[in-house]
C-alpha cells in the first residue's frame, strides 16, 4: 500500500544534543510537510516542500532545519533540542495543486520526540 | 483570515449512541473542508472530505455535508462504538492556497461500553 512512513517512532535525545527525524513517502507526491503536535493539540505547520522548493513558516524557530534530498525522502534536523521542542512531529504529503484543484494531506504515523 | 471552530470536548458518550460534533468555518471563496481522526499514539487519518457545497463526505459510518449557507461541516455517526473513541479535527483547505490546510483545535471523543 502506497503510504507515508516515519523512522523512528519513539527518539530520546539529550538536551543540545541534534537529532533527526525522517519520513518517506510512496505516494510519489510532490508537497511534503513537517508539523509539530503537543497534546493533541492541532499540528502546527513548520515548514514544507514543495518539490525541491523549501517554504519556511515565520515563526519556525532557526533551531529547526529540513533537507529533501528526492522526491521520496525528507528530514527534520533540530540542531540543538531544548525541552520545549519535546511533541509529536509528523510528516505529511500531498499532491501538487492548481487553481481549482485541492488535494488532502496524507500524514504518517509521527515521531514521539523525548528530550531529557 | 481563514479559520476554522469545531466544538470543544471531551465529548464523552456510551456505545451505540448518535455523535453530532460541530464544526464551523470563515473562509472567502469555496473552501474544502476534511475531518481527520487521531487514534492514540497515532499521526492524523483523513476520515472524510467534501470539496463543494451540499457535498456530503461518508466512511466509516460517519457523514459530514459541506453547509455554505451556515459555513459550516458537521460530523455525525448514528451509532458509535468504543474503537471510536479518538481526536477529532476538522480542517479546511482555502480554495487559493499554496498548500495550507487550517485544522480545528480538535475534539476528544471518549465512547463508554
Known amino acids: 500500500d502506497a503510504m507515508v512512513i516515519q523512522n523512528p517512532r519513539y527518539q530520546v535525545t539529550q538536551f543540545g544534543k541534534p537529532v533527526t527525524l525522517s519520513c518517506s513517502q510512496t505516494?510519489?507526491?510532490?508537497?511534503m510537510y513537517w508539523y509539530q503536535q503537543k497534546s493533541s493539540q492541532a499540528p502546527k505547520l513548520l515548514f514544507h516542500?514543495?518539490?525541491?522548493?523549501?517554504?519556511n513558516e515565520a515563526d519556525t524557530p532557526d533551531n529547526f532545519q529540513s533537507r529533501r534530498p528526492n522526491t521520496s525522502f525528507c528530514f527534520l534536523d533540530i540542531r540543538s533540542p531544548g525541552l520545549g521542542d519535546a511533541a509529536m512531529y509528523l510528516c505529511?504529503?500531498?499532491?501538487?495543486?492548481?487553481?481549482?484543484?485541492?488535494?488532502?494531506?496524507?500524514f504518517g504515523p509521527g515521531t514521539r520526540l523525548t528530550v531529557t | 483570515g481563514d479559520s476554522v471552530t469545531q466544538m470543544e470536548g471531551p465529548v464523552t458518550l456510551s456505545e451505540e449512541a448518535f455523535l453530532t460534533i460541530n464544526c464551523t468555518y470563515t473562509a472567502t471563496g469555496y473552501p474544502s473542508l476534511f475531518w481527520y481522526v487521531q487514534y492514540p499514539g497515532e499521526g492524523l487519518q483523513l476520515l472524510l472530505k467534501a470539496t463543494k457545497a451540499d457535498d456530503k463526505g461518508s466512511n466509516k459510518g460517519f457523514e459530514a455535508t459541506y453547509r455554505k449557507e451556515t459555513t459550516s461541516f458537521h460530523l455525525e455517526k448514528g451509532s458509535v462504538q468504543v474503537s471510536d473513541s479518538a481526536v477529532y479535527f476538522c480542517a479546511l483547505i482555502p480554495y487559493s492556497s499554496a498548500s495550507k490546510i487550517i485544522f480545528g483545535s480538535g475534539t476528544r471523543l471518549s465512547i463508554r461500553p
Open positions: 505529511a504529503t500531498s499532491r501538487a495543486r492548481g487553481q481549482g484543484e485541492t488535494y488532502e494531506q496524507y
Open positions: 505516494l510519489n507526491h510532490n508537497v
Open positions: 516542500y514543495y518539490d525541491k522548493d523549501f517554504n
